[in-house]
């Protein structure tokens, strides 16, 4: 079965740094793979998506991901932190031909002035 | 409405109680999914409809869980002798295509139905 690992729950980060955000899938065949945000009091929306194009994915807000086979990894980052940055990021992961996408436990990203 | 409704955003109920919640999708969005957030995990995956079918169950936790879609849009999940492990945020969330199959469809997620049995 298809899995996501988060590493750590909590990131902390000031305004202006860089942010990363680690995520590692477990999976018999490149999937594809989607990073996906929560604001305070709203429901998810998509960040950015893989889907076996270019392996340096760019999304919404400044983020991009790139997906790196050899270390089964899809890491989230952005040069510059803002302070609406402030969210729980989750990594999710899809089979090709799937119907459904298997959400990693969530990084709640901290954002100091 | 402009996106995913869900309703109600809260619901607090006794422990052996009969729960409904309702998701109302995107207009036009064939795909339908309900997931269950507990607190400090991510989004589960339960139910996947396209149309009025269910076409993956797969990730409903038993028998007293079951959810409808009876015309292809509006969809209720029905919780039946409630448990306190019930407890969590159920998101619905829809999409324009079938599956998630080469033009990879985006879900769009409600906010959410936050469920706490006493």
């Known amino acids: 079965a298809q899995s996501v690992t988060q590493l750590g729950s909590h990131v902390s980060v000031s305004e202006g740094a860089l942010v990363l955000l680690r995520c590692n899938y477990s999976?018999?065949?490149?999937?594809?793979l989607f990073w996906y945000v929560q604001y305070p009091n709203q429901g998810l929306q998509l960040l950015l998506k893989?889907?076996?194009?270019?392996?340096l994915v760019k999304g919404i807000n400044g983020f991009e991901a790139e997906f790196k086979k050899s270390e089964t990894s899809f890491h989230l980052t952005k040069p510059s932190a803002h302070m609406s940055d402030a969210a729980e990021y989750f990594c999710?992961?899809?089979?090709?031909?799937?119907?459904?996408?298997?959400f990693g436990a969530g990084t709640i990203l901290r954002v100091k002035s | 409405g402009a996106g995913v409704s869900q309703t109600p955003s809260n619901k607090v109920t006794e422990k052996g109680k009969y729960v409904e919640l309702r998701c109302d999708p995107i207009s036009g969005h064939t795909a339908l999914y309900w997931y269950r957030q507990s607190l400090g995990q991510g989004p589960e995956f339960l139910i996947y409809f396209q149309g009025t079918g269910a076409a993956d169950d797969s990730g409903l936790p038993n028998d007293r869980f079951f959810a409808v879609r009876p015309e292809g849009s509006v969809s209720t999940l029905k919780i039946q002798r409630t448990e306190r492990g019930d407890s969590a945020v159920y998101l619905c969330?829809?999409?324009?295509?079938?599956?998630?199959?080469?033009?990879?469809?985006?879900?769009?997620f409600g906010e959410g139905s936050r469920l706490t049995v006493l």
């Open positions: 893989y889907t076996s194009a270019a392996t």
């Open positions: 999976s018999s065949v490149p999937p594809y």
């Open positions: 969330a829809s999409s324009s295509r079938p599956g998630l199959a080469g033009g990879v469809g985006e879900l769009f």
């Open positions: 999710a992961v899809s089979e090709i031909g799937g119907n459904k996408l298997v």
